[in-house]
């Protein structure tokens, strides 16, 4: 028993339920934790029911909630807050932080702000950042270690519009290959500096500039820089100089590192093109046929779940249905932000690529109640930002990851891989291929390819059939 109140004595459960859910007294109408009940059964304040027992903070007059020297979880907040972020010894805030700070203390519930200034590792970075009384710059984040922590505090400081928003994407991608540089050989560094800097980074920056940069690409580049590097140590290893390295040489790498000719590739023809190799090529890898489905009746299953069974995460719902529907894959799906959806006359559109999808009702209302429920947890948004990402992750203005939602589709037994090439060959049997390539956002050679397959498989489908006549 936690306490003997008018109601009774009332368990360590009830007693936290209560204070933390204040609701209107029956006979005065004040919202107030309720510790009492009228002869009618309905609940009663302390006042009401007699005693002076009342869960009201002393400073703001919250009802219940209250967390420590009886002040609520907000006041607490805001004191915690401000002794993190304040730059003198009066505890005052510069006025430059004063977005985040207003931004921390409105953020709802409070008590996930507690939690992460006792806890979080962002929160000791701040007041680093604080102590230093220097101007808090990307620049004075870029020497932190780029780790999950630095990126979580940049965001906040990005949302809040104390630092300006920048291609996030192409500045990691900068200074990862900054740290791998300094960590190279100086022959290799010889190679590999104007390779990443006049072969990677340089389309990199053209294609921030089109806003054309994502994730996915970074990752991709990264690949690129790090198989360069693989490859040299190799031939290091194997007391070969690039000038020498021939096919056959090449040919051997490739047999012991199969996966990686597309990452290979390109630093193999930005070699031959420089005179650091001789003419030596990467072999054209042909690509396997897709071989894991969904039947139909499991595809179309699979899909009537996502758009009614109401258990599962509205995030889950959206991504299957998605990709049931459109074929659409898991890392294009968390690019998309709120403003690709919308309503005209009675129809709904989602702009998955570059041209807008007319959308089931049923999927639209799930979208639409997405988009309400990220703008009610975005607190930390900077007021230029528009639109925000359609399934947000920590904080909220960044895109959830690929493999997050990828591993909350498997903890419900929703298939990716399946569905999506299910969805892919329904497409390719009705559409033509440069219809799928602007709808999906795929190569028009993909698209082609799919075509044929699909083409290839209804008449093994028809033959069958006629054979069994």
Same mark, same amino acid.
């Given at each position: 028993m936690r306490a003997n109140w008018p109601v009774g004595p009332v368990c360590d459960a009830c007693y936290a339920r209560r204070k933390r859910n204040p609701g209107p007294c029956t006979r005065c109408q004040a919202s107030q934790v309720l510790v009492g009940r009228s002869d009618e059964n309905g609940d009663?304040?302390?006042?009401?029911?007699?005693?002076?027992?009342?869960?009201?903070?002393n400073r703001c007059g919250f009802p219940g909630d209250i967390y420590a020297d009886g002040?609520?979880?907000?006041?607490?907040?805001?004191?915690?807050?401000?002794?993190?972020?304040?730059?003198?010894?009066?505890?005052?805030?510069?006025?430059?932080?004063?977005?985040?700070?207003?931004?921390?203390?409105?953020?709802?519930?409070?008590?996930?702000?507690?939690?992460?200034?006792?806890?979080?590792?962002?929160?000791?970075?701040?007041?680093?950042l604080v102590s230093q009384r220097t101007q808090i710059s990307h620049a004075a984040l870029d020497v932190r270690p780029q780790d999950l922590t630095t990126r979580h505090v940049r965001e906040m400081l990005v949302a809040t519009g104390i630092l300006p928003r920048r291609q996030e994407n192409l500045a990691r991608l900068e200074l990862w290959l900054d740290d791998i540089l300094n960590r190279l050989s100086p022959h290799q560094k010889t190679v590999i500096a104007p390779f990443a800097e006049w072969s990677v980074v340089r389309d990199a920056r053209r294609r921030a500039a089109r806003g054309r940069y994502t994730t996915r690409a970074c990752t991709h580049d990264r690949a690129d820089i790090r198989v360069a590097i693989n490859f040299l140590t190799w031939l290091d290893?194997?007391?070969i100089d690039l000038t020498a390295a021939g096919q056959e040489q090449l040919?051997?790498?490739?047999?012991?590192h199969?996966?990686?000719?597309?990452?290979?590739?390109?630093?193999?023809?930005?070699?031959?093109?420089?005179?650091?190799?001789?003419?030596?090529?990467?072999?054209?890898?042909?690509?396997?046929?897709?071989?894991?489905?969904l039947g139909d009746q499991e595809h179309h299953q699979q899909l009537k779940r996502c758009l009614n069974d109401e258990k599962l995460p509205l995030e889950v719902r959206i991504t299957g249905a998605l990709i049931g529907l459109y074929a659409v894959p898991v890392s294009r799906l968390v690019e998309l932000t709120t403003d690709r959806f919308h309503r005209d006359g009675g129809s709904a559109y989602l702009t998955i690529e570059r041209n807008p999808v007319l959308l /089931? +009702?049923?999927?639209?209302?799930?979208?639409?109640?997405?988009?309400? #429920? !990220? %703008?009610?947890?975005?607190?930390?948004?900077?007021?230029?930002?528009t639109a925000g990402p359609l399934f947000p992750g920590r904080p909220p203005t960044c895109p959830l990851s690929p493999g997050?939602?990828?591993?909350?589709?498997?903890?419900?037994?929703?298939?990716?891989?399946?569905?999506?090439?299910?969805?892919?060959?329904?497409?390719?049997?009705?559409? /033509? +291929?440069?219809?799928?390539?602007?709808?999906?956002?795929?190569?028009? #050679? !993909? %698209?082609?390819?799919?075509?044929?397959?699909?083409?290839?498989?209804?008449?093994?489908?028809?033959?069958?059939c006629q054979d069994n006549e």
């Open positions: 009663l304040c302390g006042p009401c029911s007699g005693t002076d027992i009342a869960f009201v903070c002040a609520c979880t907000r006041c607490v907040v805001g004191d915690r807050v401000r002794d993190l972020l304040s730059h003198d010894e009066e505890g005052g805030i510069a006025p430059a932080l004063r977005p985040l700070a207003d931004g921390l203390i409105a953020l709802d519930p409070p008590v996930t702000v507690l939690r992460w200034l006792q806890k979080g590792a962002g929160s000791r970075v701040l007041a680093q290893a194997n007391q040919d051997l790498w490739l047999t012991t199969p996966t990686l000719h597309r990452s290979i590739g390109s630093f193999i023809r930005w070699a031959v093109a420089r005179r650091l190799t001789g003419q030596i090529t990467v072999p054209a890898r042909r690509s396997g046929q897709p071989s894991r489905f /089931p +009702p049923k999927l639209a209302h799930l979208i639409e109640n997405q988009i309400a #429920r !990220t %703008a009610s947890n975005s607190t930390l948004r900077s007021p230029h930002d997050r939602l990828q591993v909350l589709m498997k903890q419900h037994g929703l298939a990716v891989i399946n569905a999506r090439n299910t969805a892919m060959l329904e497409a390719a049997a009705d559409l /033509p +291929p440069i219809v799928i390539s602007d709808l999906f956002g795929i190569s028009p #050679r !993909t %698209a082609y390819r799919w075509a044929q397959y699909a083409q290839d498989s209804w008449a093994d489908y028809l033959a069958v």
